[in-house]
């Protein structure tokens, strides 16, 4: 009988990890509170909601990742394709004592890597052309124990449960809009659905939307965090996210917008935020925060 694997050596960051635990609460509260007023308007449709709402779970949990990649053009490589990036991730993989990921390369100039999969088993690494090219071995490693730390603390799942109430409003004010659904009824139960339904799915969303938000930038620090003491080097990882950021500008607009969808899966946003609004929307902590955090962590370590 073989004996059950020990968790990675990754680090857990409580305070993050509780304030990512009370956000996947509230999302989930959102979500329980949304079927439930799908359930009560539409009664006799009840089988139709939870029907439309287990599929789209099932899809998005064990196929989103894949149409991610695809998406993103990452093409699987061997050690004697990639012979660098390879000793890369076995290093990371050798310090953090996980299983080796899948590993491939974005042909794509914008500097940046991402990991995906539901799972350890399942998990590929994916670095661009342009972030190998620019990278030195040492900043490498450090976005790459930052990618794996997603991994390691399951970091796609939670962000595909996350994300799922979002898509499923989304997906109910389509219905609503497009179906002729309620339209020309004389049942008043009806026409008021066919009036709250829209509104309450447009609400939800935005609040999902926003705690979602709020959620992904818990685990980026998190993952900063993670892999910068996994390496022992978070000067290394801050000189990366300098690297990266500065390099971006430099960087076609047009190029940009084609990698703007994916930038939750980026290990930094392809348009960085300034604003207050646009922090609130963004996906990543701004690049103060995460040098601020990681050069707390150099102290911590120097002492």
């Not at 997603?150 to 939670?158: G, L």
């Not at 604003?275 to 690049?287: K, N, V, Y």
Request: glycine share 6%; hydrophobic share 50%.
């Amino acid at each position: 009988m073989s004996a059950t694997r020990p968790r990675s050596r990754y680090v857990l960051d409580r305070g993050l990890t509780t304030r990512m635990v009370t956000t996947m609460f509230l999302i989930g509260l959102l979500y329980v509170v949304f079927v439930g007023v799908l359930l009560a308007l539409l009664r006799d449709s009840w089988a139709i909601v939870l029907l439309i709402a287990g599929g789209l779970f099932v899809a998005q949990f064990w196929f989103s990742d894949r149409i991610a990649a695809q998406a993103m053009g990452a093409r699987e490589v061997t050690p004697e394709q990639a012979p660098e990036l390879h000793g890369v991730v076995d290093r990371v993989c050798a310090l953090a004592d996980m299983p080796k990921p899948r590993v491939a390369i974005a042909d794509s100039d914008v500097p940046n890597a991402f990991a995906t999969g539901r799972s350890e088993k399942t998990a590929l690494i994916c670095a661009s052309t342009g972030l190998l090219r620019r990278l030195e071995p040492e900043e490498l490693e450090g976005v790459l124990a930052h990618e794996l730390s997603h991994v390691a603390h399951r970091d796609v799942v939670v962000m595909t449960i996350a994300s799922f109430l979002g898509v499923l409003s989304g997906v109910m004010i389509r219905v609503w809009l497009y179906s002729g659904l309620g339209r020309n009824s004389r049942d008043a139960s009806t026409a008021v659905a066919a009036l709250v339904i829209p509104l309450v799915s447009a609400a939800v969303y935005v609040v999902s939307f926003l705690l979602t938000r709020l959620l992904s930038r818990y685990r980026e620090l998190s993952a900063d965090r993670a892999a910068a003491l996994l390496t022992g080097r978070p000067s290394a990882l801050a000189s990366a996210l300098v690297k990266v950021s500065g390099e971006m500008a430099r960087i076609p607009t047009r190029d940009l917008r084609k990698a703007e969808p994916f930038n939750a899966f980026w290990f930094a946003p392809a348009f960085p935020t300034g604003a207050s609004l646009g922090r609130l929307l963004s996906s990543h902590p701004t690049l103060e925060q995460r040098l601020d955090q990681l050069g707390r962590i150099s102290r911590e370590l120097g002492r």
